[in-house]
Nanobody, 114 residues
Framework: QVQLVESGGGQVQPGMSLRLSCRAS????????IAWFRQSPGKARELLAS???????SYAESLQGRATISRDNVKHTVDLQMNDLKPEDTALYSC????????WGQGTQVIVSS
């Protein structure tokens, strides 16, 4: 079972940037497509971006070009760089297989507020 640990969240002002990081415990991670999700209170979990083991990426329209996903298959990490953060980006951010198949980690909280 892959164990996931997210980090990099925090409280920032609108317009600022954050780099979120997802670290996995097993080499299975390197063979799989990895996705970042977010969930706000009262809302469904939203898939934001994904990256295949070969580095092909896809993004949700809601990010509007403000994010970049990348991976390091040696370190077993997938990062999500988010720029020009907006209050509506406030959420708990988590990573997983796009299907949500693995056990969810604790996530990392992002708060965007002036």
């Amino acid at each position: 079972q892959v164990q996931l640990v997210e980090s990099g969240g925090g409280q920032v002002q609108p317009g600022m940037s954050l780099r979120l990081s997802c670290r996995a415990s097993e080499s299975l991670f390197t063979q799989s497509t990895i996705a970042w999700f977010r969930q706000s209170p009262g809302k469904a979990r939203e898939l934001l971006a994904s990256i295949t083991r070969n580095g092909d990426t896809s993004y949700a329209e809601s990010l509007q070009g403000r994010a970049t996903i990348s991976r390091d298959n040696v370190k077993h990490t997938v990062d999500l760089q988010m720029n020009d953060l907006k209050p509506e980006d406030t959420a708990l951010y988590s990573c997983n297989h796009p299907s949500g198949f693995w056990r969810w980690g604790q996530g990392t909280q992002v708060i965007v507020s002036s």
